[in-house]
C-alpha cells in the first residue's frame, strides 16, 4: 500500500517538475522573441527620433507649425484608435485588470510622438516606449492565446524591453515595469521574463547603434556627516518639486477636460500655447527632449533655477493638450537642471547634485526608488551611491501618494505597514 502510495507522489512530482520545465522553457523563449520584436521596434523609433530632432533643430521654423501638429494627432488617434488614450495609465491599468491595450496603440504613439518632437513639444521617449512596448507585448500574448495572467506578464517584457533598448538601462528597465504598477508590492513572477527581455533589447540596440546615456560626475566630495545632511536636504526639496510637477500636470489637464470638451480645440489652445511661450523665452531651449542641457549639467554650463520651473510649464501644456511622448525626460531634465542650480547655493559639486536631483525626482514622480537607485548606477556608476541612497530614499518619503500615473495604486502605506489599496492623486 505504501509503495502504491509513494509511486503516485513520485508520479505527480515528475509531472509537475515536467509542467515547470516546460514553462521555464517556453517563458525563455517567449521573453527572448519579445526582446528581439520591441528591441527593433525601439531601435528603428529611437534613430527616427534622432533624425526628426536634428531636423527640427536644423529648422527652427517648424516651431511655428506646432498647433497644427496637435490637431494632427488629435485626428490620427480618434480615426485609428477610436477609444480613450490615456497614456501610459492604459498599460497600466492593462496590467492591473483586463482593460484592453490595442495593438495599434504601438504605431500611434511611434508617429504621434516623431509629430510631436518635429514640432518641438516639450515631451519624453521612455513614456511612449513603454506604451509601444506594453502594445507589442500584449499583442504577441494575444496572438499566441495566453490567458489574462500570462499576457499581463508579456506587457511588462515589452515595456522592459523598450525602455532597456531606448535608454540604456537594463537593470532599471527590468525592474521598473514590475514596481511601477503598484507601490509597496512587486510582481516577481515576471522578473526573469522582464531580465530576459531587457537584456536582448539592449543588445540589439547596441547592434544598430542606438548608443546608452552616460554622465560623468567631477568635483565629487568626500561622504561625511556634513554632505549626508546636505544630500538629504536636498532630497526633501526634489521631493516637494516632483509634488509640484505632479499638481501642476494633473490639475490642468482636469481643468482642459472640464472647460474644453472639443479635443481639436484643446489641441490648438495647447499648440499655441506652447508656441507662444517658446517665442517669449526667445530660444527653444526647453522644446522636445531638452537632453542637450541635461549633458550642459555635467560640463559646468550656468544653469539657473528657472530651468526646472519652465520646463514644468513647458512639458504640462505640451502633454496636457494632445501632444504625445512622455514625463520621463522632462523629469530627468528637471532633476538635473535643479540639481545644478542648487548646487553652487548648497556648496556641493553642481554635477553631483544634477545627478542627484535626477534620481531623486524620477523617484519622486513614479514612486520606484529601487529602479531609480538602479537608473543611478547605471548612468553614474557606483561611487556616488551613499548619496543616491540617501536621496531615493528621502525623496521616496517626503513625495507622499503624488505620482504621474494616476492608474498606479498605492497598495501599502509609504509611513506604516498598512495595506491602503489607493491610486496616486
Known amino acids: 500500500m505504501f509503495s502504491d502510495e509513494f509511486k503516485e507522489l513520485a508520479k505527480h512530482k515528475i509531472e509537475h517538475n515536467s509542467k515547470r520545465t516546460v514553462s521555464v522553457l517556453g517563458w525563455t523563449v517567449g521573453s527572448i522573441f519579445i526582446g528581439l520584436a520591441v528591441g527593433l521596434f525601439s531601435t528603428v523609433f529611437g534613430l527616427s527620433m534622432s533624425f526628426v530632432i536634428k531636423t527640427r533643430e536644423a529648422h527652427p521654423w517648424f516651431i511655428y507649425f506646432l498647433p497644427v501638429g496637435a490637431i494632427l494627432i488629435t485626428f490620427i488617434y480618434k480615426i485609428i484608435l477610436k477609444v480613450k488614450d490615456s497614456g501610459t495609465n492604459t498599460v497600466i491599468a492593462a496590467i492591473q485588470s483586463d482593460e484592453p491595450l490595442p495593438f495599434r496603440l504601438a504605431p500611434l504613439i511611434f508617429v504621434a510622438t516623431l509629430i510631436t518632437h518635429l514640432f518641438g513639444g516639450s515631451a519624453g521617449r521612455e513614456g511612449a516606449a513603454l506604451q509601444m512596448g506594453g502594445a507589442i507585448g500584449n499583442g504577441i500574448g494575444r496572438a499566441f492565446r495566453l490567458n489574462s495572467t500570462d499576457k499581463k506578464t508579456m506587457i511588462m517584457c515589452g515595456m522592459s524591453a523598450a525602455f532597456s533598448a531606448l535608454f540604456g538601462t537594463p537593470m532599471a528597465a527590468a525592474i521598473f515595469s514590475m514596481e511601477v504598477i503598484s507601490v509597496g508590492i512587486m510582481h516577481y513572477a515576471a522578473l526573469v521574463p522582464c531580465v530576459i527581455s531587457s537584456l536582448v533589447a539592449r543588445a540589439v540596440a547596441a547592434h544598430f547603434g542606438l548608443s546608452a546615456e552616460e554622465f560623468i560626475i567631477s568635483g565629487m566630495p568626500k561622504f561625511s556627516i556634513k554632505t549626508a545632511a546636505i544630500i538629504c536636504l536636498f532630497a526633501v526639496l526634489c521631493g516637494l518639486v516632483s509634488m509640484l510637477f505632479c499638481v501642476v500636470m494633473h490639475t490642468y489637464e482636469d481643468f482642459l477636460a472640464d472647460k474644453l470638451k472639443n479635443p481639436y480645440i484643446k489641441g490648438l489652445i495647447g499648440g499655441c500655447s506652447v508656441l507662444v511661450l517658446t517665442l517669449i523665452v526667445g530660444s527653444q531651449t526647453y522644446n522636445s527632449t531638452g537632453s542637450a542641457i541635461i549633458e550642459s549639467c555635467f560640463t559646468g554650463a550656468a544653469i539657473g533655477l528657472q ?47 544634477a545627478a542627484v536631483g535626477m534620481g531623486a525626482l524620477f523617484c519622486g514622480v513614479t514612486n520606484c526608488p529601487i529602479s531609480s537607485l538602479l537608473i543611478c548606477f547605471e548612468l553614474f556608476g557606483y561611487e556616488p551611491m551613499p548619496y543616491f541612497l540617501l536621496a531615493v530614499a528621502f525623496s521616496y518619503w517626503v513625495s507622499g501618494y503624488s505620482g504621474l500615473y494616476k492608474s498606479q495604486k498605492i497598495i501599502y502605506s509609504k509611513y506604516r505597514s498598512n495595506y491602503i489599496d489607493k491610486h496616486v492623486h
Not at 496636457?320 to 532633476?335: D, M, N, W
Not at 535643479?338 to 556648496?347: D, E, N, T
Open 307 to 353: 530651468f526646472f520651473l519652465l520646463k514644468i510649464l513647458f512639458t504640462t501644456l505640451t502633454l496636457s493638450c494632445g501632444y504625445k511622448g512622455g514625463e520621463i525626460v522632462p523629469t530627468l531634465f528637471i532633476g538635473a537642471t535643479f540639481g545644478a542650480a542648487m548646487g553652487p547655493i548648497l556648496g556641493m559639486s553642481p554635477s553631483l547634485m
